[in-house]
């Protein structure tokens, strides 16, 4: 499985980005898909995940402003992210799993400030 993240930028708070991943190789195995995110300094976070194709989690921090949705025909993962804060700052990775591995994509910068 291969992983392709994009969206990242800069953006103000109160803003919003929408950030995209796009998989190849054995998408089929894929049982869930989703964003982690890690903070300059600090312990990284899961911010949202889908399973089997229809069941979304978020963290707490991203409940209400944060919606991940996925588009079979085009093999992608969005998130989107609105009312946007400085805490939100973070290099944001798609990951995936399967029965037997995960994989990451390269992690796409998100920098909210004023």
């Known amino acids: 499985v291969q992983l392709q993240a994009s969206g990242g930028g800069f953006v103000q708070p109160g803003g919003s980005l929408t950030l995209s991943c796009a998989a190849s190789g054995s998408i089929f195995s894929i049982k869930t898909i989703g964003w982690s995110r890690q903070f300059p300094g600090k312990k990284g976070e899961l911010v949202a995940t889908?399973?089997?194709?229809?069941?979304?989690n978020y963290a707490d921090s991203a409940k209400g402003r944060f919606t991940i949705s996925g588009d079979s025909a085009k093999n992608t993962v969005y998130l989107q992210m609105d009312s946007l804060e400085p805490e939100d700052t973070a290099v944001y990775y798609c990951?995936?799993?399967?029965?037997?591995?995960?994989?990451w994509g390269q992690g796409t910068l998100v920098t909210v400030s004023s």
């Open positions: 889908i399973t089997n194709g229809d069941t979304t």
């Open positions: 990951g995936a799993s399967t029965t037997t591995s995960v994989y």
